[in-house]
């Protein structure tokens, strides 16, 4: 999309430069069209780049403010439902899967009983400065666990923590009216298939402040 309004920005300015020599009667140069190509090109690359990596950087990041939660990370969800003998479910260990570029943000949840994707996900800044990761998602359980729940849809929000170590935590609601906490702690830069090999993993450490790391 950024790519497109390039381009026609690119070809407006062409146009106009076009209007003018014809309204002037100055003679056509195809050295202005090269370098208005050139600078279309070029403008297309660096926005490529900056969508891509450059916005990971910590220079830039200084400036945008925008946090980097790009990879996997690991803590647990604490859920509403009761089980069939009247217990609460203890603690359920998870694994938070998030893939960001500069303008899109997709987020995986795995434990071991399901896996929930999201459909709609977004980074936002709060009034208060902190940035919140929003997302509405489908939760798939495996076929082991389908005798205890069914697929079902909900929206899911993570708080940045603002020192090191707090990592993210939230809360998520579901249609079939249950609801939870989540928190994060633990963060890496691999990316994992499943809840039981990232939960296996000794590559994990405790996060920093992401949005100034």
């Known amino acids: 999309m950024k790519d497109i309004r390039q381009q026609i920005t690119v070809g407006i300015v062409c ?8 309204l002037t009667g ?41 946090p980097l939660l790009h990879g996997t990370w690991r803590g647990e969800v604490v859920t509403s439902v009761i089980r ?29 009983d399901s896996v929930s994707t999201s459909t709609h996900a977004s980074l936002l800044r709060g009034d208060d400065g902190r940035w919140c990761l929003r997302w509405q998602f489908t939760n798939q359980p495996r076929p082991g666990a389908r005798q205890r729940s069914q697929r079902h849809r909900g929206v899911a929000e993570l708080w940045i923590g603002a020192v090191p170590g707090e990592g993210l935590s939230g809360e998520y609601f ?28 000794t590559d994990f450490a405790l996060v920093a402040p992401y949005a100034a790391s």
């Open 174 to 201: 579901t249609d079939r009216r249950t609801y939870g906490e989540l928190t994060f702690v633990e963060w890496s830069p691999r990316r994992y298939g499943s809840a039981s090999t990232a939960l296996a993993a």
């Open 26 to 66: 100055e003679a056509l140069s195809p050295a202005p069209l090269r370098l208005f190509s050139a600078a279309g090109t070029t403008v297309a690359i660096v926005a490529l780049a900056y969508e891509r990596s450059l916005w990971q950087w910590k220079l830039v990041r200084r400036f945008t403010g925008i």
């Open 84 to 112: 069939e003998d009247g217990d609460p479910v203890p603690p359920i260990p998870a694994v938070l899967h998030v893939v960001q570029s500069a303008s899109r943000v997709s987020v995986s949840l795995f434990t071991a």
């Open 15 to 22: 146009l106009v430069w076009l209007a003018l020599a014809l």
